[in-house]
């Protein structure tokens, strides 16, 4: 269950933070250096995310950058002390995962409905194993957004409880051995650096 603070559940409060954060561009010809770090950074995305796609697909670029600056900013804001990570939420990650994936599938059988009944049978397939392939590929196809899900979870969730448990030990050996206690903070600065990263990639 997530956290409650007087009576509102600070999965809500964590969602909504992110956009009063981020800047809003304004319309002058030259903004603050946090707009134009936001503006380089996201035109560097896009123009990466969009590199293999053609002209069509360049309409979901808002789509794309918005969610990824969205998860990206609440990944990192739930690296701080004392704050709540709604990712760690299987609901709220399927609750993203579900409709994008079902939309990508219905659009993927509307425009090019040959090309994405063929990625359920590869080619080369012997004949007695197709209609066994073609169940196989149908089901990790429903199964991918579930498996997805849950691995982003538990990669989130083992981050931050591993953070919690090092940085308890390393405040209890404090006073009984001070040796172990830097070892275990030089431990837990290493695994927060990789922490960040996490809370980045999933993005």
Do not use: C
């Amino acid at each position: 269950m997530p956290p409650i603070f007087m009576g509102m559940p600070l999965t809500i409060l964590a969602m909504t933070l992110p956009w009063a954060l981020l800047p809003t561009p304004s319309h002058r010809w030259v903004g603050n250096r946090l707009i134009a770090l936001q503006n380089w950074f996201l035109n560097r995305f896009t123009r990466q995310l969009l590199l293999p796609l053609n002209s069509g697909g360049h309409k979901w670029a808002l789509l794309f950058a918005s969610l990824m600056m969205f998860l990206l900013t609440l990944n990192i804001l739930g690296l701080l002390p004392y704050t709540f990570t709604p990712t760690t939420q299987l609901s709220i990650n399927l609750g993203l995962a579900v409709p994008l994936w079902f939309a990508t599938v219905i659009i993927g059988m509307r425009n090019q409905p040959t090309i994405a009944l063929g990625h359920l049978l590869p080619i080369g397939t012997p004949a007695p194993l197709i209609p066994i392939l073609i169940i196989i590929e149908t089901i990790s196809l429903f199964i991918r957004p579930l498996a997805l899900g849950v691995r982003l979870t538990a990669n989130l969730t083992a981050g931050h409880l591993l953070i919690q448990l090092i940085s308890s030990g390393a405040f209890i050996l404090a006073s009984l051995m001070p040796a172990v206690a830097i070892t275990t903070a030089a431990i837990l600065f290493l695994l927060t650096l990789l922490e960040v990263a996490v809370a980045v990639i999933p993005a």
